[in-house]
């Protein structure tokens, strides 16, 4: 079975964080890279593992994940053609605002988001809820939990854009996620 590299895994690190959306209704940072155990164990043995629903739990939030990088990616370009529209036409009112939203179709692209946000805080409330038996199924809590605080887990950052808490937890996300690797012999 092939192994991941880190060039593989930080191709498909994210740009924004979640926290920024909700800050300023911006973009969304992603934790799209796959989980480490789930990318590490091979079928037959990811079944038997002790851990392996947290396995399963950690896959399906990274392709959820996956999705909604590119639903926020829509949302942003609908919002950008919204913005140009509002300028080009002088729009103002709230009657004229919603109706702008609808036509430029940001205000689908907003439901889309928010309905695959509700989808992923759904895997993680079930991810939080059980007990991991080992690191690899630790790892899948951590990175559940850095999403659920509102924390960036793309490590490629600029240390002025990651807030101390946010940094101390990532280093933990960090070190779980190595350790996975080392349990697993990767």
């Known amino acids: 079975m092939p192994r991941p590299t880190a060039a593989a895994n930080a191709a498909l690190m994210p740009e924004p964080t979640r926290r920024s959306l909700l800050k300023a209704s911006g973009a969304l ?13 091979p079928k037959a043995e990811a079944a038997e593992h002790p851990d392996a ?8 939030f990274e392709r959820e994940h996956v999705i909604l990088v590119h639903l926020k990616k829509e949302e942003k370009r609908c919002k950008s053609v919204f913005e140009v529209e509002r300028a080009r036409r002088g ?24 309905d695959q ?15 991991a038996q080992t690191i ?10 850095a999403y659920d605080c509102h924390f960036s887990l793309s490590f490629d950052l600029p240390p002025d854009q990651i807030d101390w808490q946010e940094g101390c937890f990532l280093q933990l996300v960090r ?3 190595r350790m996975a690797k080392v349990a697993a012999h990767v």
Do not use: C, M, N
């Open 29 to 41: 940072g992603t934790v799209a890279a796959l989980a480490v155990p789930v990318a590490i164990l």
């Open 53 to 60: 629903e947290l396995l399963r739990l950690g896959a399906e």
């Open 91 to 114: 729009t103002q009112g709230w009657d004229d605002l919603t109706a702008l939203h609808e036509e430029t179709g940001y205000e689908a692209a907003i439901d889309r988001s928010s």
């Open 117 to 131: 946000f509700d989808k992923l805080d759904a895997i993680t409330s079930v991810i939080r809820s059980i007990p």
């Open 136 to 145: 690899a199924g630790l790892a899948v809590k951590v990175r559940a939990t």
């Open 175 to 177: 070190d779980v996620e």
